[in-house]
């Protein structure tokens, strides 16, 4: 089954983005495929899965240190206390 699929009425799929996608080439000199990748998976998640945000923890961190650091410490201790169940779809 698919982390979708796992998903109850109420819940929210979190999709982190991929640091690399395999593809490091860049399409005709031009494209640089690993970026047209992550962002149609944006896409696909903003528009096809209502119940779906999309992540990307590195420019998240680069961007604002401060408060990734708070709200990651506040999400492990939602964890820790058990009022949040993280459903781990799959990790590298």
């Known amino acids: 089954a698919s ?10 799929l979190v999709c982190l983005a991929t640091v690399n996608m395999g593809y490091s080439a860049r399409g005709c000199g031009v494209l640089d495929i690993d970026d047209m990748l992550r962002k149609f998976s944006q896409m696909k998640a903003k528009y096809t899965m209502s119940q779906t945000v999309f992540l990307d923890i590195r420019q998240d ?3 604002n240190r401060t408060e990734f650091t708070r709200d990651l410490m506040y ?17 590298v």
């Not at 982390?3 to 929210?12: F, K, R, V």
């Open 3 to 12: 982390s979708w699929q796992a998903l109850n009425d109420n819940g929210i």
């Open 61 to 63: 961190l680069k961007q």
């Open 75 to 91: 999400l492990m201790f939602l964890v820790e206390q058990g009022k949040i169940h993280p459903k781990v779809g799959e990790k």
